[in-house]
């Protein structure tokens, strides 16, 4: 089976990293700035889960996988964000 790359994992590990802190800080504290960090980083990670939908060197189910899981975490960012803009549209 073939694999991404491993520049497309290595990115994906780091937002998910980067997103897992952010989530624990966000969980603690009840600041705009924790959950703005969480919404950016929910961004970074949906980014990171396009590199690899966009990888040919997968299969076709991997690839819409991780299209479905970019547009759940685009989902999250925006509602991290209306938290803390509540006012905003988000369009």
């Not at 089976?1 to 990293?17: G, H, K, T």
């Not at 060197?57 to 803009?85: K, Q, T």
């Amino acid at each position: 089976m073939a694999r991404p790359s491993r520049e497309a994992v290595a990115r994906w590990n780091l937002a998910y990293a980067d997103q897992t802190e952010a989530l624990f800080a966000a969980s603690t504290e009840d600041r705009a700035a924790a959950r703005l960090r969480l919404a950016d980083s929910y961004a970074a990670v949906a980014w990171a889960w396009r590199i690899l939908a966009a990888d040919l060197a997968v299969p076709l189910w991997a690839r819409h996988a991780c299209a479905i899981a970019a547009e759940e975490f685009d989902r999250r960012a925006r509602i991290e964000h209306a938290r803390v803009n509540p006012d905003e549209d988000g369009t």
